[in-house]
């Protein structure tokens, strides 16, 4: 019968977010926690499997993985897009491709947080008071200040509605933003250059493609003022990691707080884990027991409908 390959579960919490005891007897779940992806090793593990469950984009899975695992036939992401896996390949090889729903809000508390986190030092003054110390640093409120967002989609949009009630005026750009939409939220729709000129606080909702990696270079940097933040929780390589090292430790920008990285997980040695004005979350953003709870029940959905001939949820033709 199937064996089923659960991946990156780095905390262990997938066969406690669903009933897996509902798939057809015979079906057995085996969770990795590790992260391998390096092809070898990673196609060496699966070969046996006949289902695999990847968690976003933690693990790759190019063409030329699928092409060497003969044995899969039917491979499940969390979300309905996965800019990590050639779903093109695996269905030329048979192989039949689901997502799930991807709650949203989860992502937009977390980049609220780093927001507030930041401008209010929250990370550095909690571990000023471990250590034994007392106020250090004075904070910077949000209210009266300009957030510009760079995106305004579904998650974007949700960031925008708050923001009046911490008494923000919100602006926004994206290559293919437009008035109507800026017009539907209540935004104030701004080139790219006036965005990182005027904005206190930056932040970036737009997915990770060809056209929006590099977003952010030194250029844009060189443009905020001194006292200005950036927050990025959506793909680390639409910031380059360089010309944020320098923005940092040159004082181009106040601070920054990212929630994802060039490379996952990021290396201990990574010079981000030594910035002091950067605040670094594990990408987390949609790391909740409730996000968690809808991915993983619904892999268990969809591979018991995959199993009477009827998947659902399928990705592409």
């Not at 039949?96 to 030092?121: F, H, K």
């Not at 949000?142 to 760079?150: A, D, E, H």
């Not at 390589?237 to 320098?246: G, K, Q, Y």
């Amino acid at each position: 019968m199937p064996k089923i390959a659960i991946l990156d579960d780095y905390a262990n919490a997938a066969l406690t977010s669903a009933d897996w005891s509902t798939l057809p007897a015979g079906f057995e779940p085996v969770v990795f926690t590790d992260n391998l992806v390096e092809h070898d090793a990673l196609v060496e593990r699966l070969k046996d499997f006949e289902i695999v469950c990847a968690m976003r984009e933690r693990t790759p899975f190019p063409g030329a993985v699928f092409a060497r695992l003969p044995n899969l036939k039917l491979f499940i992401t969390s979300g309905m897009r996965n800019n990590a896996v050639d779903f093109k390949t695996a269905q030329e090889m048979g192989v039949v491709t689901c997502g799930t729903d991807s709650p949203g809000s989860s992502t937009v508390e977390l980049a609220w947080a780093l927001i507030l986190g930041t401008m209010r030092n929250v990370a550095f003054d909690h571990l000023t008071m471990k250590q034994g110390g007392w106020q250090d640093r004075t904070g910077m409120a949000v209210s009266g200040k300009t957030l510009g967002l760079i995106g305004l989609g579904r998650l974007g949009g949700m960031v925008a509605e708050i923001a009046p009630k911490f008494g923000l005026d919100v602006i926004a750009w994206s290559p293919n933003l437009t008035q109507e939409r800026c017009d539907e939220v209540g935004v104030e729709k701004v080139t790219k250059e006036d965005l990182f000129r005027r904005a206190d606080i930056v932040s970036i909702h737009i997915i990770l493609s060809d056209r929006s990696r590099g977003t952010v270079t030194a250029t844009e940097f060189g443009l905020m003022k001194p006292s200005a933040v950036l927050v990025n929780t959506s793909r680390g390589p639409i910031v380059e990691e360089a010309a944020l090292i320098d923005a940092l430790t040159t004082g181009k920008i106040r601070a920054a707080a990212v929630d994802v990285y060039d490379q996952e997980p990021l290396p201990a040695d990574h010079p981000f884990r030594r910035i002091e004005n950067l605040l670094t979350t594990p990408h987390v953003g949609y790391v909740t027991v409730e996000s968690y709870r809808t991915f993983y029940s619904q892999m268990v959905e969809n591979i018991r409908a995959w199993a009477t001939g009827s998947p659902t949820r399928v990705i592409g033709g």
